[in-house]
Structures are given as C-alpha cells and as structure tokens.
DNA sequence: CTGAAAGCGCTTACAG
DNA sequence: CTGAAAGCGCTTACAG
C-alpha cells in the first residue's frame, strides 16, 4: 500500500499524489479531492520513514530523562511533550536512571534516527564535553536543570541559589536561627543550593555550620534518612531547607515517625513545588520553580535552535517564588525553645 | 558520510560494509576489521531509517502512557523501558493526559512511523474495538492497566478485584464494620476494585452501603476531597479503602488537617505500592502490585507477540499482596469507639 | 568470501 | 497544473 496504489486508483502520477498528501496549493482542487478520496479508499498510511529518509529531514526528537520516578522530571517532561506535540514533532523518550553509559547509548539511538534536536536533563557525572560533542554531530541540544559546566549551548533550568537563599531567609525570618540542610546529591545544583542556604546565613550574620548540612539521596529515603540524624543532634534543630521536594517528604515522613508534625514542631522547606506538595502531610511549604513550564520553555528554546541554528545562545532559568502552605508554620520560634525537644 | 564512503575508504563494495556491520560471519575477518577501522575513521554512523525502510522491519516501539503525574504509571513505563531497552528496542513514548483525540493521533503517529509494537495504557472511554483496530494495522499491541472489553488480546494489569478485597478483609479483620471507599474514576479498573470491596463485605455479612463510596479523580485532590467528605458522615467512619495509592496520599493530607492521623485515630489502605508509599507520612499500608514488574511483564508479552504473532493470547495479572506498614495500624475498633470522634 | 544490481517508499527538480 | 526520472542510504538475493 504505497503512493503508487493511490496513483493508480485516482490515475494520476505518484509525483501528484506526494503533492496533493503535502498539501501543495499546485494541484487543482478537483484533483486533489479525487487522490484523498482514493487515499481513504484504500487506507492509505503515510511512510513517514520514506519520507524524512529522502527529505533528509526529521521530525522526531530525542528527550532525555535522568530519572523519571521523580515527579520533578516527571512533570517537566510532561510539558516539554505538551509543547513539542503542538509544534507536530515526535518525541522519542529515553530514560537513563543516572547511568552514564545508558546515556551514550540512548544518544547514539537518538543520533542513528536522526533526531531533529535532544532535549536532554544530563545525568550526574556527564563530561561539559558533551554539548560540544552533540554540536559536532549537527543535532540542536537544550540542556534541562542541570548545567554542563560553563560551556556556550542552550539551557532551561532554574536559579536555584536565589531559591534556596529565599527559603532560608523565610525561615530566619521567622526567628530561626539554627537550620538544617537535607538531602541532595553532589553535582551543579546542589552546589547551588547550598549556596543559597549560606548566602542567606551570611546575610543574616549567622555562622555556617558544617554539622547541619546533611547529603544524601534526592529522595524520599534520602530525605529520610538526613532528617533522622538531623533530629538526632543536640540541642535540637527546629527548622530545615530541603534539596527538593521529594526529600522533604521524606523528611515529613521522618518527623512523623518520631510524633512531630512539620508546621507545628519544625519548619521545612522544600524545592520545586512538584504537584504532590499540594497534598503532602502536612501540604507543603516550597520553592515554587514550575516544573512543567519549565520543560515547556526547554521545548521553545529547542525549537527556535531548529529554527536558528546560529542564533544567540538562549537561556531559561526560572525565578523562584515561595509557596507557603503548612510545612513551614509553627509557634514562634521562641516557644518551640520554651517547650523544649 | 554513507556505507559508501566507508566502503570506498576501505577499498571493498557497499555490499561488504553492509555485511560487516551487520556482523556476518561471511567475510574474512581481515576485511572486516579493516572496514570497522575505515568506519571509525571516518566517523561513520549508521543511518537506521534507510536500513529500516530497505528491511521493512524496525527497532522502535511506541508506549502510550495515559497519566505521567501518577508515580504509578511513571513506574510502569520504567520497567517497560527497562525491559524494552535490554532487547535492543527504542521507545517511542506518547503521553495522553487521558484525551482520547490525543489518543488517536498518537496512535497514528506510531503507525507512521513503523512501529515494531504498542504497549498502551489506554485512555479512559476508549473503545473496546481498538484492539481490534490496531490487530488490522498488523502492529502488535499489549493492553496495560485497563481491559478494553472482552475482546481477545494481550493484557498486562492486575487483579484489582482480589486486590481490594483483601485490604478490605484486613481492615475487617481488626475489627471495623464501617469502611469507607475513597476516590476513582468511573472505568473498568474501578468497578473491578468497588467488586473486590463489595465481596470482602458481603463475605463478612456487613450490608453494602453506598453513602460509604465516595467516587472522585484517582488523585491527591480526589483523594483529600473524598476524605473530607467521609469525614463529615456522622457517626464518624474510621477506616477506609482508597482507589490508588495516590488518592490515599491525598486522604493522609486531609486527616493531618483534622488532627487526624492515619494508623492511630483513623484505619487507611492505600493500593499500588508505589515508590512513595513507603515515605508517606505515615507509611502508607496498601496492596503492592509491582507496578514496574508489570511494566516488564508488559514488555515481554509484546516481545513475545512479536516473535509469534499468532500464538495464544497472552495475560498477566499481578497477583496483590498486602503490605503493611503504617497506615493500617490503630487503637482497635472498639478502643476507637470508646474515644469517640 | 566479495561485487554489481535492484529496490524499500518517498520527494523534488525538471520538462512539458 | 501534471508526469518521468533520479536519488535518499541502506539490504539482499544473485553471480562469480
């Protein structure tokens, strides 16, 4: 079932039925009906691959995901596909769960179909490298949330120091003085989180304190973990930023273990403001990054590369905005002291 | 850059590239090596669309994913990924934020693009005669999560019915008489699971009362909307099946802003142990259905399928299982009644 | 073991 | 406005 047997039954050439399936205005309308008719007749389906092979062109595009069973990645993707389906591309999805070498795999994938760009959220570890090497291959590249050194290619993430410092200076501002850091695995941004979480100190006057800080996973368990031995210092720590949301719930889950209640006995802070933090236990207080808008922007600028191979790098990063729900409210911080651990 | 090019480069036809690459053990392996060597040379990489068109066969497999904010589905498509990846398989995936237009576009999509295979979660409303639609396109298809009719098609989902029933059962089993049934949107999987909730109370002699169902989106906000309004009934209910781990995490919000807490003042049962059940706050006891095991299952059906197109039909069905955690616990029934509301 | 030739299903100048 | 012809980069019988 090829354009062949559609010229056949509406005698015409193939050149005419390629035409009239492109929508070309050079065909006479009566003409075209009678090759759709025929089209539909037959069921006729496109061979895209044909196509794109003769065209040498694409209209697929390579995303990259570091780790989907976060919501965070979850929900950018989500808008990323929002906005590359409306443009009429495809988009061929690729989960690397941190793994370096299934990240070079996928890549070669995505470079073998001749993607017409890559949207990619890099995993830990990636050499800055890279987006040069992706250059070289002529595939238009967006980097998501993670940065890749100081390089010259297009990005869509967020300011994550000017985040953090926000959520940290709330917290001090409503007489904390000793905070705790939760969670977060090393690499770009939690270097700039934890910037964050001391310029906001030093702003304050207050020391940086090494022991308050806490790295772990940038997960549930992870932000578990770190908030039981946060809870286990003395004199106790009564407040704690976390690396993102999903350590927050973990810490929540935490401090529910132990009969606390984030709002009441503790204030924390999250970051990213994914959708769960709406209906977390206690719903959550975070930094609002607006993930899905995020991937969206990432979709544009990757769209526009195509567009404008040459055009002047671009450049997302989202402002941050605090979104205060529960997890952050409680008895002045003077009572908390009053009623002791 | 073509096979020709290399061919050229290491002074043999295309034919012998062509062979080389694909491994034959038809040429000499002096040849052979020094065609991989002109290759890497030159930075050759291999064109799949053409091979593909040229074989009329191809590497890609499309997954349709109805709801990726829902870490269930998000997990599923992990261990189809996972398990497609490890057979050589690219995916193609396609998220429909349950649209059934999106659907069908999708759908086509695939179609277009040759694809090996489908693996879908298919939209809410969808017809019962698309399995039948996509057996005509000759494309293998496996149906997950949701049955679409009685038709004769690979499935791969989980015994929703036998699932419920038993966290119903358990719930009995400590002493509750009056359990509430939270969220779910009307479709197959929901009736499966009200039959399964039904029966545990049929098998306990407790009559069916239907002020106890309250049906809402299988979400957060339909989880914690449904709660408030179970918590509104008078005489105050204590315990309660949800639809989805996901409404369960929404209902565990809406206690915590009673003062509730699920596994002392309130008895709640979640259902697909998802990643984040156990991190909930509390841990959240529900019905694990390995939800990235099935998406593996899933994938090895349609490989299956794809290897003998017309051997038997293929099912998996994920046998529950209870797990425990917190959520359940409580003060015994009639503990609870002697505290009153 | 290796090469010459046809063909996968399209698109795109080029004539007419 | 429409058709004949070449070609996208591969694979695969078929000879030799």
Redesign the pocket.
């Known amino acids: 079932?090829?354009?062949?047997d559609v010229a056949a039954e509406a005698?015409?050439?193939?050149?005419?039925?390629?035409?009239v399936?492109?929508g070309s205005d050079?065909?006479?309308s009566?003409?075209?009906e009678r090759v759709r008719e025929a089209a539909r007749k037959l069921g006729?389906?496109?061979?895209r691959r044909?196509?794109e092979?003769?065209?040498?062109s694409s209209n697929t595009i390579g995303v990259v995901i570091n780790d989907l069973m976060n919501p965070f990645f979850a929900e950018v993707l989500v808008g990323l596909e929002r906005r590359l389906d409306d443009a009429g591309y495809t988009v061929l999805m690729a989960h690397t769960s941190e793994s370096l070498e299934r990240q070079e795999k996928v890549l070669l994938t995505m470079r073998e179909q001749h993607a017409a760009g890559i949207a990619m959220c890099p995993v830990l570890g990636t050499p800055a490298s890279l987006t040069r090497t992706v250059k070289s291959w002529g595939i238009p590249l967006v980097v998501m949330v993670r940065t890749l050194g100081r390089g010259h290619y297009d990005f869509a993430g967020s300011d994550n120091s000017l985040g953090v410092q926000q959520a940290t200076a709330h917290l001090i501002a409503t007489g904390h003085r000793r905070i705790g850091f939760l969670g977060g695995r090393s690499g770009p941004v939690l270097d700039q989180r934890l910037q964050g979480y001391k310029s906001a100190l030093a702003q304050a006057g207050i020391a940086f304190d090494a022991r308050l800080v806490f790295v772990g996973n940038p997960t549930r368990a992870g932000g578990h973990e770190t908030m039981q031995a946060l809870l286990a210092l003395r004199p106790p720590v009564k407040a704690a930023v976390c690396y993102n949301d999903l350590a927050a719930f973990g810490a929540l889950s935490a401090l529910g273990e132990r009969g606390l209640r984030a709002g009441k006995d503790f204030a924390l802070m999250g970051f990213d403001n994914v959708l769960d933090a709406a209906h977390s236990n206690p719903p959550l207080s975070t930094v609002d990054i607006r993930p899905s808008e995020l991937g969206e922007h990432a979709a544009a600028i990757l769209l526009a590369r195509i567009e404008a191979p040459n055009s002047a790098r671009q450049q997302y990063l989202a402002t941050p905005k605090l979104v205060l729900r529960q997890s952050d409210r409680q008895r002045s911080a003077a009572e908390i002291e009053r009623a002791g651990p």
């Open positions: 079932m090829t354009i062949l005698n015409v050439s193939k050149s005419t039925v390629s035409l399936l492109q050079l065909i006479r009566e003409t075209a006729y389906v496109y061979n044909a196509g092979l003769r065209r040498k």
